[in-house]
């Protein structure tokens, strides 16, 4: 593409470390955060490399990281800064709604009129785990988009993605600008240095009141769901072979 | 009363599975009101001979948009078409697939309707004004009670929840013509690359094999293989240690980052069980755990398993399968 000035966006998002139990909030319809670790998105983290891979190749450009929510968004904003992203921007709201259609209503404000040429996003995030808010974001815009995207090449105002389906996969091309989502597999994202770490404090990072619509979908009710009662060990090698099948033929019936 | 709208997934001129579960899950939602169901199949040229399939599943009426752009799945000119027979049906709620297609088409959809979408539903009902559906959170350890107010309210099924019912309807096939030319579309499928031929995929297989680092090697997945084959309607998965070493492509990983399969009977062949792993599997029906150390966390979720050397005790398992399978 040579030197050929790209602007990014990356729509990043804070969410909480699965590897905990969790617990319900006295409302019954939310989680109770205390104690709960924060961090990038994983999904978020491979569309930042994404988008610093292409900055990189073009030569000269912009990668905005922008993120809703409450002002502990912030850090993960500048986690992305630290990865090497040059500004963030912070649309600031109390709570991440639950409602897809919300978010990405809000976040289009923002880009709309952003001269993006290309648009970020990671294919889903665990905890709401509703993947909606990029193609979301693209219908509303009018742009092109791609999901689920495990290898892209961008050229001459063009891209070419591979999108994992199940047990296939599909080559589409579309031109830009376009919203892409991010699945594993594309890239590795780097870890931040300590230099930019340092560099990431100094960067500029905007905040902005979110504009949010009124939510069409609400959680009336959470609830932890039991676990799997334990199961019981068989026996040891191969000797608990004929066991297990006759469990499976007559206990479990899948056989 | 109320109308319920269901896509009917295709690729590669082929109906899905999630098709049938989709007009299944509609047609329980419509006899909730005396509705009808329509259902939605777009594709090339000779699509509409699958609409019988759809009447056979609770359709009453097939909408069937046929034309030489929908040869390869056309994610603009299809949200275009879907979005305005949802506008001028009337539809109390329209019924989708949480697949590649399902995940890439309903959110444009919702969006150009400016009403809500909730994907990974489990459960979906009426209720009064609202559709209400389960919706399980933070990788299946939270389960959300979620209520939809927009009209229609537009779901998208986990795969495998509703398995797929016969319940013979009309099925009357009305031809949809396509909004503005297809083939304008912006965004093109050049190719479609398909796994191996008649290969089971794992949102689709009631039994899934899969394998982690415990069989040490990428050439060792055979073991894991022939298990599978044995079953003969079996596919194989992977954890994520394995396809970020490239034993097995990415496609293959199930896990909070790959895919979430509910199979009748999942069998963990070396795989420790790490929460990332956990997530994409507890709901399956049936868990059989083989592993060597008797403390891994897999044993927690398994229902059975056999503590020992992998190397060991699966061919000596596939051999049974085989054996037990003799004659089907």
């Known amino acids: 593409m040579g030197a050929q000035r790209v602007k990014i966006a990356v729509c990043i998002k804070r969410v909480p470390d699965m590897d905990v139990r969790f617990k319900i909030a006295g409302d019954g319809a939310s989680l109770d955060e205390t104690g709960v670790k924060f961090d990038l998105n994983d999904f978020d983290a491979w569309a930042v490399e994404a988008a610093l891979q292409i900055k990189d190749k073009a030569g000269q450009g912009e990668v905005v990281a922008i993120s809703l929510g409450p002002t502990q968004v912030q850090e993960t904003i500048r986690k992305a800064l630290s990865m090497g992203a040059d500004r963030g921007v912070h649309l600031q709201a109390d709570r991440i709604p639950f409602d897809g259609f919300s978010i990405a209503s809000a976040l289009a404000t923002e880009l709309k009129d952003g001269g993006y040429d290309l648009i970020f996003f990671g294919k889903l995030s665990p905890d709401s785990s509703n993947g909606v808010t990029g193609p979301m974001v693209a219908e509303i815009l009018g742009l092109p988009c791609v999901t689920a995207i495990s290898k892209l090449d961008i050229s001459d105002g063009r891209g070419t993605a591979k999108r994992e389906l199940e047990g296939a996969q599909e080559i589409v091309e579309f031109p830009l600008p376009a919203v892409l989502t991010i699945d594993e597999g594309l890239n590795t994202a780097r870890y931040p240095s300590l230099k930019g770490i340092m560099a990431a404090k100094k960067k500029p990072l905007e905040i902005k009141p979110a504009t949010l619509n009124t939510p069409q979908v609400t959680i009336e009710k959470l609830e932890l769901p039991q676990d799997r009662a334990a199961g019981r060990i068989v026996g040891e090698g191969s000797a608990a072979v004929p066991e297990l099948i006759r469990l499976l033929q007559t206990e479990a019936k899948v056989l | ?328």
């Open chain 2, 1 to 328: 009363m109320a109308n319920i709208f269901a896509f009917a997934e295709a690729r590669g001129g082929e109906l899905r599975k999630v098709a049938l579960e989709n007009v299944t899950a509609a047609r329980k939602l419509a006899d909730a009101t005396g509705g009808e169901v329509h259902a939605l199949l777009v594709g090339g040229p000779g699509i509409a001979s699958k609409a019988e399939q759809l009447g056979q599943h609770g359709a009453d009426v097939v909408l069937v948009c046929e034309h030489d752009g929908f040869t390869q799945y056309n994610p603009e000119a299809t949200t275009a078409v879907a979005a305005e027979r949802m506008q001028s049906g009337g539809y109390r709620a329209a019924v989708f697939s949480t697949s590649a297609q399902g995940r890439d088409l309903a959110p444009r959809i919702a969006a150009r309707l400016g009403v809500g979408l909730v994907t990974d539903v489990t459960a979906v009902e009426l209720n009064g004004d609202k559709v209400v559906v389960k919706h399980p959170m933070n990788i299946g350890k939270v389960m959300a009670t979620v209520s939809m107010s927009g009209t229609p309210a537009l779901v998208a099924l986990r795969p495998n929840t509703y398995a797929p019912a016969q319940n013979a309807k009309a099925g009357r096939v009305e031809n949809v013509a396509p909004i503005g030319d297809p083939s304008t579309a912006r965004v093109v499928v050049k190719e479609l690359i398909q796994g191996g031929k008649g290969k089971l995929d794992l949102a689709e297989a009631p039994v899934i094999v899969a394998g982690g680092r415990g069989l040490k090697a990428a050439e060792n997945f055979k073991l894991v293989e022939e298990l599978a084959d044995a079953f003969g309607n079996a596919a194989v998965g992977a954890t994520r240690a394995v396809t970020d070493d490239g034993w097995r492509p990415h496609s293959d990983q199930i896990g909070q980052t790959g895919r979430l399969v509910s199979p009748e009977l999942y069998i963990a062949v070396g795989i420790s069980g790490a929460v990332q792993h956990l997530a994409g599997m507890r709901t399956s029906k049936t868990i059989v755990a083989i592993n060597k150390d008797k403390d891994a966390p897999i044993f927690k979720v398994a229902d059975y398993g056999i503590v020992g050397d992998v190397f060991e005790i699966v061919p000596a398992l596939t051999a049974a399968v085989r054996e037990a399978r003799k004659g089907h």
